[in-house]
């Protein structure tokens, strides 16, 4: 019974966290924050692209990408990042699902 408990809870830990964080988003300022929602279609994922240029070519110490639907979209860095004071995320949903991100971006 324990097993199948601890199975069940790492099952559910593991399959929660789709989230992308990168680098430094606990000690830092965070200098840019936005929803980004697309609705569901069925049979398709859905795709978009964010890119953040800091206007003062501050240095970018940490990312995070944030699934508020919990479902197992999946969001990367395609440009830039950490390290660079642009970046540009990619997420995409899970088939038939709707896209719910909340992007961070720190200093
Ligand atoms: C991010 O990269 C992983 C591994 O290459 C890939 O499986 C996933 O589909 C990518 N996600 C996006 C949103 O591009």
């Known amino acids: 019974m324990r097993f199948v408990l601890v199975t069940i809870f790492l099952f559910f830990t593991v399959s929660a966290t789709y989230d992308m964080i990168i ?3 606990v000690h830092r300022k965070m200098v840019f924050h ?7 279609i069925p ?3 859905r795709i978009k692209t964010l890119t953040y240029t800091d ?6 110490k940490g990312i995070a990408a944030i699934d508020n639907d919990f479902s197992h979209a ?3 860095v395609t440009e830039g990042g950490v390290g660079c004071s642009h ?3 990619r997420m995409k949903s899970q088939r038939h ?4 991100f909340e992007v961070e971006i720190y200093v």
């Open 23 to 25: 680098g430094d988003t």
């Open 34 to 40: 936005q929803r980004v929602k697309d609705f569901a």
């Open 43 to 45: 049979f398709k994922k």
């Open 55 to 60: 206007p003062e070519q501050r240095i970018i």
């Open 74 to 76: 999946s969001a990367n």
């Open 87 to 89: 970046v540009t995320v």
């Open 97 to 100: 699902h709707p896209l719910n």
